[in-house]
């Protein structure tokens, strides 16, 4: 059985940093595209940012592009979203998502 569980989110202050994680299990993260896409309150989802099944290819919403950074680690079946220098349309609750499945999202915050 597929599953996805992010964990990471919290409250941060506008420029801070934050490392979402999304463990997964019943696949392989190491050989499969995977996103992230995020839901700011009240309105709906938006993509963040993707790696490319092989690892070799990365992309990004313009509005993170160089704030954020998406990685993956085999060993742990991990994927993850290094966010730094964080604003408050940031704010928002991050799923981490496969072609097919998604996990439950965690939450974070970002205001002073």
């Known amino acids: 059985e597929v599953q996805l569980v992010e964990s990471g989110g919290g409250w941060v202050q506008p420029g801070g940093s934050l490392r979402l994680s999304c463990a997964a299990s019943?696949?392989?993260?190491?050989?499969?595209?995977m996103s992230w896409v995020r839901q700011a309150p009240g309105k709906g989802l938006d993509w963040v940012s993707s790696?490319?099944?092989?690892?070799?290819?990365?992309s990004y919403a313009d509005s993170v592009r160089r704030r954020f950074t998406i990685s993956r680690d085999a060993m742990e079946n991990t994927l993850y979203l290094d966010m730094r220098n964080l604003k408050p349309e940031d704010t928002g609750v991050y799923y981490c998502?496969?072609?097919?499945?998604r996990g439950k999202g965690t939450l974070v915050t970002v205001s002073s």
């Open positions: 998502e496969t072609s097919t499945h």
């Open positions: 019943g696949f392989t993260v190491s050989n499969t595209e």
């Open positions: 790696i490319h099944s092989s690892g070799r290819f990365t």
